[in-house]
């Protein structure tokens, strides 16, 4: 890439590869979060330091339920450690495919795969670090992907779209994306748009809500599931704008409606998840409880039959169309700009 869009991506390079040596270097708060901590702290234990102290993100993007067997790509994988706990998660039947562009981080994250994968007990990797870009991910045949993660690293690009189209390019028919990024709660003036330390602090390419939104879908990716978000304390520049991390997952689905249509049908989850046994979160505002019939819309009807969460609930056929589904307008519609981010 050339132009602006190259010096940045040198920039980029720099600030990660040489400026940044831990995690405690970064001067504001998005790319710091315990959540990882507190969900694998067992799994971290087998890690070396080196990996975790360059750990950069800003939420926790991998899903909470069975992961073993599936090819996964971590896109901005940095030093690897989200790449070793999928890799733990998805088992020696499984693979894990962690692409950067910053060399520096590529070496320590293959420095400390041997030992990792025999610290794991396995007989052989099933991780490997990839150098590119992640706009295109040229090293990732199309339709190979179970699953695509992503912590804090999408809000980099300026080429968001993009991104979203290798990530849909990349995913087998019914597989998914779930990422954590920064996003604002306006659209951010030049001043802070230009900002070379708040880019690499994760905040200048934040995208507005909305808009990340919009990206999503003309990339093809209907009804994406906001999972989480958290607000973010940074404040930058005289704008006012408000940050959060967020945590979304997408399907690669096209049956999917624009709305969330009601065709009269119930989900039951079974309890067979062995991380979520008495119930299972599959977004924000959907929380199954086992043995326990609940009104779905088409769409999650879909996402319940059509993936690889079809092994854990029973879902009844479509009857007939009532018309709009009553879902939770805050997995709906982006929220009011005064609470985008609380």
């Known amino acids: ?35 990882t901590s507190s969900r694998f702290h067992e799994i971290l234990r087998l890690i070396p330091e080196e990996v975790k102290t360059r750990q950069y993100g800003c939420g926790s993007p991998i899903p909470a339920d069975d992961l073993t067997g599936l090819t996964v790509v971590d896109l901005g994988c940095g030093a ?17 495919i962690g692409l ?16 990792v994968m025999a610290r794991f007990g396995f007989a052989a990797s099933n991780v490997e670090f990839r150098a590119g870009f992640i706009e295109s991910a040229d090293s990732v045949p199309a339709e190979s992907v179970d699953l695509v993660v992503s912590n804090c690293v999408i809000n980099l690009s300026p080429f968001k779209e993009q991104v979203f189209r290798t990530i849909r390019r990349m995913l087998k028919p019914g597989g998914e994306f779930t990422i954590s990024d920064i996003v604002s709660d306006r659209r951010l003036p030049a001043e802070i748009r230009d900002d070379r330390l708040l880019h ?6 934040a995208e507005y809500y909305n808009d990340l939104r919009d990206i999503m879908e003309t990339a093809g990716f209907r009804d994406v599931r906001e999972v989480s978000r958290r607000t973010l304390e940074d ?15 997408g399907f690669k689905l096209p049956e999917l409606d624009r709305r969330c249509e009601d065709y009269g049908q119930f989900a039951e989850y079974d ?46 056929p479509p009857r007939k169309h009532f018309g709009i589904f009553p879902c939770a307008p805050a997995q709906r519609e982006a929220k009011a700009p005064e609470s985008c981010c609380g």
């Open 100 to 115: 950067d562009m910053t060399e520096e981080q590529l070496v320590v994250a293959r420095r400390n795969a041997e030992s």
């Open 1 to 35: 890439m050339t132009g602006n869009n190259g010096t940045a991506q040198a920039h980029l390079r720099e600030y990660y590869g040489k400026t940044l040596r831990r995690t405690e270097d970064l001067r504001f708060g998005a790319c710091c979060t315990t959540e």
């Open 80 to 96: 690897g450690t989200d790449c070793f706990i999928l890799s733990r998660l998805v088992g020696p039947g499984g693979r894990v």
């Open 271 to 316: 309890g067979t998840s062995r991380e979520q046994p008495a119930e299972f979160r599959l977004d924000g505002g959907h929380l199954f409880e086992r043995g326990r019939p609940v009104a779905v819309c088409r769409n999650t009807a879909l996402l319940l039959t059509q993936t690889r969460l079809a092994k854990y609930f029973r879902v009844t």
């Open 235 to 249: 404040r930058v520049g005289l704008e006012g704008a408000r940050f959060c991390s967020v945590t979304l997952r």
């Open 200 to 205: 690499g602090e994760c905040l200048a390419g």
